[in-house]
């Protein structure tokens, strides 16, 4: 196997759910090529220095900002100097002067890997012209990877994508890391005062609107006054600093306030999860197949997750959690307290949450998968 390149359209060390993705698709290139001399990253820029995900002492770094063409020059003379013939591409689109360049560059066969919805859905006339596009455009991947079925559907019947040039490959955890074991009971009292005895539902991801922590509010607030629970505490992770005042703003005095906890970016998400009741992502936009789903199902909680695109794969209604319609609050309560007034059925759920995760979204089946696809098309 020669040379390969991984592409990240990110600047380095973004965090988040980039991190363990920039991780898995080392191993797949070393796989690949066994030996890291022939192993390359590239990112937007490396303004915050090299990436810490990749092994110590590890140089083949450099900067492709897609949007700044003084990159190319730089990138394209690296990528020839050494012969490298394959790239790995992250949300590369069906046009984009990227794959020029590196088609410029000797790159022969690129796979563009998708954590993100490529399109809205198209019908009839419009959606004949996207596959024109696409079949026409020289400057196209040669293979799409996404996540989910819900994300390739999109890319097909909305995008144009052929159907013959994608794979679906789920995201992977570490299902020993997220494991129910960690559970400690004084754990959420020692870390946020949260009263023993408290049932608590997690909930971790960005603050965007599409991701619909508004609804989780929402539901706060009707658990509170419509069906008089003042045991159930809502502990929201993912927050930069002031991203949490506007849903701040949205409790006002409503004594739920106190029951809405913003524990911010933190790095100890292993343990905690492990001691909720539930896990919810009440997402109102597009979403694909969030890697925080499958952490919380490895550590044992049922979700409760809005029935949209990719989060409908992350769940099997009724025996791992429960379903509702987008933006649905009341419903989203409803299901909350179902369970927990359900201890057995809870139970249950959160057995086979597990079982689903360990079975089929570990990293080791996710690596497996990316190796047995580039395998086939790096040819």
Aim: net charge neutral.
């Amino acid at each position: 196997m020669p040379n390969i390149i991984i592409v990240l359209h990110t600047k380095s060390n973004t965090g988040y759910a980039i991190a363990p993705l920039e991780t898995t698709f080392y191993k797949m290139a070393y796989a690949l090529t066994q030996n890291a001399e022939r192993i390359h990253f590239a990112y937007k820029n490396l303004n915050d220095g090299k990436p810490t995900s990749l092994p110590d002492g590890f140089e083949n770094v450099i900067a492709i900002d897609n949007d700044d063409a003084t990159t190319f020059g730089p990138a394209l003379h690296y990528i020839k100097q050494r012969n490298v013939q394959y790239a790995f591409c992250f949300d590369l689109p069906v046009r984009s002067a990227l794959v020029t360049l590196l088609r410029d560059a000797g790159i022969q066969r690129i796979i563009s890997y998708w954590g993100a919805t490529m399109s809205s859905e198209n019908t009839g006339v419009k959606l004949l012209a996207k596959k024109m596009e696409v079949f026409l455009s020289r400057s196209k991947p040669n293979h799409f990877i996404f996540e989910s079925e819900a994300m390739r559907h999109l890319a097909v019947q909305g995008r144009g994508v052929a159907r013959r040039a994608t794979s679906v490959i789920p995201t992977g955890i570490d299902t020993d890391k997220y494991h129910p074991n960690h559970a400690d009971p004084n754990r959420l009292n020692q870390l946020f005062a949260i009263p023993a005895g408290a049932k608590v539902i997690f909930y971790s991801g960005h603050m965007e609107p599409r991701k619909g922590v508004h609804v989780i509010i929402d539901a706060a607030l009707a658990l509170t006054d419509e069906f008089q629970r003042e045991d159930i505490y809502f502990l929201i992770t993912g927050n930069k600093p002031g991203e949490e005042l506007p849903f701040l703003q949205q409790l006002g005095n409503h004594s739920a306030k106190s029951r809405v906890i913003f524990a911010g970016y933190r790095t100890d998400l292993h343990l905690i999860m492990p001691c909720c009741t539930l896990g919810t992502i009440a997402s109102t936009g597009w979403d694909s197949f969030p890697m925080s789903s499958i952490e919380m199902a490895s550590c044992g909680l049922p979700l409760v997750v809005s029935s949209l695109q990719g989060l409908n794969e992350t769940i099997e209604d009724g025996i791992t959690g429960l379903k509702f319609p987008p933006g649905d609050h009341r419903t989203m309560a409803k299901h909350i307290v179902e369970l927990i007034n359900s201890p057995e059925r809870c139970a249950a759920f959160s057995q086979a949450a597990r079982l689903r995760a360990v079975s089929g979204f570990s990293n080791e089946h996710q690596l497996t998968r990316l190796i047995s696809c580039c395998t086939e098309f790096f040819k």
